[in-house]
């Protein structure tokens, strides 16, 4: 806990970068993906776009997109995405599975396949077929994908707007915490994650502001690579993208890369979370509207959401952790998340005992969501 107590204390810091299309801090890169661009771009094209409308103003590069591509609208690889299309958002690509499609292949226009489909994301996407027939079928539309991005000149829409997004980089490098929040991550779970740690600012997605974290292993060489994709809102007001506000862009990186780190822990115990599945009683419709439909990704968000809460606390102090909470509890109804927050200090004072995250899971159910909650169901 060396680390964790350092940056407790305020001491470590590390040397601030130049503006750059792409910093690198150790293993931690921030920069644009060609891919996952290219891929919302064509979500932005099909006829499910207007139902992922931003909660605040569109966004500049929304409209900026929508308006380079018009022409693209009938192209096979955004009528993939439309209602009919086998691909329909909202039925088959979730808001997650559109960006990391995109993660499996080189930067196009090589666009070659570097990873392998998971069998869950093959599932998620694909559905009930033999397993050869889902590979080829993604792999065929990737080839739409990459046709697309060679009729339409996508490259140049990315060379016109090079300022745009280096802009983006620097806001995030700035918004970061002025720590090694990579090693903070993997000392607190008690386990080296992954080889590479890649923040995508990525102003085309649908809805915009949305943000995930989806992980792999990439091919020759191999490397584990976990990703925190940054979608953004816009104030027109303000005349800013959320890069520049640093609770945004600092929460999201840390809960997103959180999932790489939390959701394999909660799933490979899930029979034992599933324990206390009765507790999504009375938040089932809250959850829902949130994308978590099911007792199992309620568990992944109070683990991620909890352990978030805890760094923000070593990075930004007691106040800005107890805000964190608040939103959770108030905002998001995860109403557990005290408990949660507290079991996880008994974690850390018991270090010797239980050296990762992963040993300490079961008590932090125990703690969490034992008998008497700290905090009531709501009706």
Same mark, same amino acid.
């Given at each position: 806990?060396?680390?964790?107590?350092? +940056?407790?204390?305020?001491?470590?810091?590390?040397?601030?970068?130049?503006?750059?299309?792409?910093?690198?801090?150790?293993?931690?890169? =921030?920069?644009? %993906?060609?891919? /996952?661009?290219?891929?919302?771009?064509?979500?932005?094209?099909?006829?499910?776009?207007?139902?992922?409308?931003?909660?605040?103003?569109?966004?500049?590069?929304?409209?900026?997109?929508?308006?380079?591509?018009?022409?693209?609208?009938?192209?096979?690889?955004?009528?993939?995405?439309?209602?009919?299309?086998?691909?329909?958002?909202?039925?088959?690509?979730?808001?997650?599975?559109?960006?990391?499609?995109?993660?499996?292949?080189?930067?196009?226009?090589?666009?070659?396949? =570097?990873?392998?489909?998971?069998?869950?994301?093959?599932?998620?996407?694909?559905?009930?077929?033999?397993?050869?027939?889902?590979?080829?079928?993604?792999? &065929?539309?990737?080839?739409? +994908?990459?046709?697309?991005?060679?009729?339409?000149?996508?490259?140049?829409?990315?060379?016109?707007?090079?300022?745009?997004?280096?802009?983006?980089?620097? &806001?995030? #490098?700035?918004?970061?915490? @002025?720590? &090694?929040?990579?090693?903070?991550?993997? %000392?607190?779970?008690?386990?080296?994650?992954?080889?590479?740690? !890649?923040?995508?600012?990525?102003?085309?997605?649908?809805?915009?502001?949305?943000?995930?974290?989806? #992980?792999?292993? =990439?091919?020759?060489?191999?490397?584990?690579?976990?990703?925190?994709? $940054?979608?953004?809102?816009?104030?027109?007001?303000?005349? !800013?993208?959320?890069? #520049?506000?640093?609770?945004?862009?600092?929460?999201?990186?840390?809960?997103?890369?959180?999932?790489?780190?939390?959701?394999?822990?909660?799933?490979? @115990?899930?029979?034992?979370?599933?324990?206390?599945?009765?507790?999504?009683?009375?938040?089932?419709?809250?959850?829902?509207?949130?994308?978590?439909? /099911?007792?199992?990704?309620?568990?992944?968000?109070?683990? +991620?959401?909890?352990?978030?809460?805890? $760094?923000?606390?070593?990075?930004?102090?007691?106040?800005?952790?107890?805000?964190?909470?608040?939103?959770? !509890?108030?905002?998001?109804?995860?109403?557990?998340? &005290?408990?949660?927050?507290?079991?996880?200090?008994?974690?850390?004072?018991?270090?010797?005992?239980?050296?990762?995250?992963?040993?300490?899971?079961?008590?932090?159910?125990?703690?969490?969501?034992?008998? #008497?909650?700290?905090?009531?169901?709501?009706?």
């Amino acid at each position: 806990m060396a680390l964790f107590k350092a +940056v407790m204390s305020g001491v470590l810091a590390v040397a601030a970068l130049a503006a750059a299309p792409e910093h690198r801090i150790g293993r931690l890169t =921030i920069k644009p %993906e060609p891919n /996952v661009e290219t891929m919302y771009a064509l979500v932005q094209l099909s006829d499910g776009a207007d139902a992922m409308k931003p909660r605040r103003e569109t966004p500049p590069m929304h409209a900026k997109a929508r308006q380079a591509f018009a022409a693209f609208k009938a192209d096979p690889a955004v009528q993939e995405l439309d209602g009919k299309g086998s691909l329909a958002i909202g039925r088959r690509f979730s808001e997650d599975t559109v960006c990391t499609l995109p993660l499996h292949f080189a930067d196009l226009p090589d666009g070659k396949r =570097i990873a392998e489909y998971s069998d869950e994301f093959l599932t998620r996407v694909v559905g009930p077929m033999p397993k050869g027939e889902k590979i080829q079928f993604l792999d &065929d539309y990737w080839e739409k +994908v990459r046709a697309f991005y060679r009729a339409s000149h996508f490259d140049r829409f990315l060379a016109e707007n090079e300022r745009t997004y280096a802009g983006f980089v620097e &806001d995030i #490098r700035q918004s970061l915490p @002025q720590s &090694d929040m990579v090693s903070l991550y993997e %000392e607190y779970v008690g386990e080296k994650g992954f080889d590479e740690y !890649r923040v995508v600012p990525a102003p085309l997605t649908l809805p915009a502001g949305g943000a995930f974290g989806p #992980r792999m292993t =990439i091919a020759q060489p191999a490397k584990k690579v976990a990703f925190s994709i $940054l979608g953004t809102l816009y104030n027109s007001q303000s005349q !800013r993208y959320d890069y #520049r506000n640093k609770e945004f862009a600092q929460d999201t990186v840390i809960h997103e890369f959180g999932h790489s780190f939390c959701n394999p822990i909660a799933e490979a @115990q899930m029979e034992e979370g599933n324990k206390y599945e009765r507790l999504m009683k009375g938040v089932q419709q809250e959850m829902a509207a949130q994308d978590y439909p /099911v007792w199992e990704a309620v568990l992944y968000e109070y683990l +991620v959401r909890s352990v978030s809460a805890r $760094l923000t606390l070593a990075l930004d102090g007691e106040k800005a952790a107890r805000e964190a909470l608040r939103k959770e !509890r108030e905002e998001h109804f995860f109403v557990f998340i &005290d408990d949660f927050y507290a079991a996880l200090e008994t974690y850390e004072k018991s270090r010797d005992r239980y050296p990762t995250l992963k040993e300490f899971y079961p008590r932090l159910l125990q703690e969490a969501l034992g008998a #008497r909650p700290s905090k009531a169901l709501p009706a």
